[in-house]
């Protein structure tokens, strides 16, 4: 089955820098990658998404690449501010399948 | 818009008895609903599929008679965690696909057993 592995753990930035998060998949056959944000006691809010058929995405401050090759994709946040502050998760899946997550990343803005 | 909305959003209650959460699609209808549970500072676990008419997939080592689900309707699903041990405890997430691809999550339940 799908493997999703998601780095650093951990990120902590000043505000107004770029913070960017890793994932690589396992399962070649995957071709959802959403990203999610979620704030602490609550659940995960939607905040980007890209398939497999678009190298790249943005959305504002947010943007997402994906490397089909290498099986990896990645968060990028630009010009971050304290309300950036929570944890991530990427995922992964086929089609309609079940969404696989990576394990998170606690990411800190600093003012 | 669309949302998923979960309640209660905060459970508290004594080992051995039962709780029922409620998952609730606004604004769009969901044959398929998920189930997850979460630890501190852990990502989300799978635990089940909620298919409207029919019996709830189960992921592998998730106990069916413990975690009932029902799926009466197409904007309700409901998780009953049944004689509730301290273990038990944890932030249970529903969630829903609102078109294509995209699932979106309730608030989340958290849930003490003492």
């Known amino acids: 089955g799908e493997n999703v592995e998601q780095h650093p753990s951990t990120l902590s930035v000043q505000e107004g820098d770029s913070a960017v998060i890793k994932c690589t998949y396992s399962?070649?056959?995957?071709?959802?990658f959403p990203w999610y944000k979620q704030e602490l006691g609550k659940g995960p809010q939607l905040i980007i998404d890209?398939?497999?058929?678009?190298g790249e995405k943005k959305d504002q401050r947010i943007a997402v690449t994906l490397n089909k090759t290498a099986k990896h994709f990645s968060l990028h946040i630009t010009e971050t501010q304290p309300e950036d502050s929570a944890v991530y998760f990427c995922?992964?899946?086929?089609?309609?399948?079940?969404?696989?997550f990576g394990t998170g990343t606690r990411l800190l803005v600093s003012p | 818009g669309a949302v998923v909305s979960q309640h209660p959003s905060r459970v508290i209650c004594k080992s051995g008895t039962s709780v029922k959460i409620e998952c609730r699609s606004l604004d769009f209808q969901a044959t398929t609903m998920f189930w997850y549970r979460q630890f501190p500072k852990q990502s989300l676990m799978l635990m089940a599929t909620?298919?409207?008419?029919?019996?709830?997939?189960?992921e592998q080592g998730v106990e069916k008679d413990k975690f009932l689900i029902n799926h009466a309707s197409l904007t309700l699903s409901t998780l009953t965690v049944t004689s509730a041990h301290p273990e038990d405890s944890s932030f249970y997430i529903c969630?829903?696909?609102?078109?294509?691809?995209?699932?979106?999550f309730g608030s989340g339940t958290q849930l003490s057993v003492l």
């Open positions: 969630s829903a696909r609102q078109g294509g691809e995209k699932l979106l």
């Open positions: 399962d070649s056959a995957s071709n959802y």
């Open positions: 995922a992964a899946s086929t089609g309609f399948q079940k969404l696989v």
């Open positions: 890209i398939r497999s058929n678009v």
């Open positions: 909620s298919n409207e008419g029919s019996k709830a997939t189960y």
